[in-house]
């Protein structure tokens, strides 16, 4: 079965630490995007990737970092220097070209202890 | 930067009805989508608006693009109760460089009531 999968589902991080979410895709799509959602709220860019060793800031990438060393993985770390974490992180991907549909994963949630 | 405004942000309405969720967008853009979104759950993507006039169909719903007036609508006919979600539209652009993320509204809590 093709798609996205998010791990883990659910993520405690303590203060101070640095927390790393992961983001796999069989689909073979070029692009790759984090995105944050609060409660009640709608989405927001954090980073996103149209190729292998390339990766673009979204809106709001300050405390985060990601890597894109393969076609089907998109890893996000959570540092200590973004001091609201607590959120629902959605990975998304898609194929390169005009109007293709961004696929989303099942999410990960972040609680802060 | 750009802007995406949904309304309502809550809306509920009886089984049988018909209603409309309203997108306005701040900038020239090239593409508009709406996603479905179920309680505790990812993102479903229901229709991707490319052109001005775009209307597409399924089911129930029905999503209509207005480029020069920066609107796009998602029409429910006959709302059922499956239908009970929270409705995004978003917004993005093709910087011939590749495709960028997406822009999104608040969504629209629709409840449907028997």
């Known amino acids: 079965d093709g798609g996205i999968t998010q791990s883990p589902k659910y993520l405690f991080r303590k203060e101070g630490q640095n927390v790393t979410l992961s983001c796999e895709q069989n689909?073979?799509?070029?692009?790759m995007y984090w995105y944050r959602q609060d409660p009640g709220q709608g989405l927001r860019l954090i980073y996103y990737?149209?190729?292998?060793?390339?990766?673009q800031k979204g809106d709001i990438a300050e405390g985060y970092s990601v890597s894109r060393e393969k076609k089907e993985s998109f890893p996000l770390t959570v540092t200590s220097a973004q001091k609201n974490p607590t959120a629902f992180y959605l990975c998304?991907?898609?194929?390169?070209?005009?109007?293709?549909?961004?696929?989303f994963g099942p999410g990960t949630r972040l609680l802060v202890l | 930067e750009l802007k995406v405004e949904q309304n309502p942000l809550f809306l509920s309405m009886q089984e049988g009805k018909n209603y409309t969720i309203y997108c306005n967008y701040s900038?020239?853009?090239?593409?508009l989508y709406w996603y479905r979104q179920d309680p505790g759950k990812s993102l479903e993507s229901l229709f991707v608006?490319?052109?001005?006039?775009a209307v597409k169909q399924e089911g129930r719903l029905m999503a209509s693009l207005d480029t020069k007036a920066r609107l796009s609508t998602l029409h429910i006919t006959a709302a059922v109760h499956d239908l009970s979600a929270t409705y995004f539209c978003?917004?993005?652009?093709?910087?011939?460089?590749?495709?960028?993320?997406?822009?999104f509204g608040k969504g629209t809590h629709l409840i449907i009531q028997p």
């Open positions: 900038t020239t853009s090239d593409r």
């Open positions: 990737s149209q190729i292998v060793n390339d990766f």
């Open positions: 608006l490319l052109s001005n006039g």
């Open positions: 689909l073979n799509h070029d692009a």
């Open positions: 978003a917004v993005g652009h093709y910087s011939g460089g590749g495709a960028d993320g997406l822009t």
């Open positions: 998304a991907s898609s194929l390169e070209g005009f109007g293709e549909t961004q696929y």
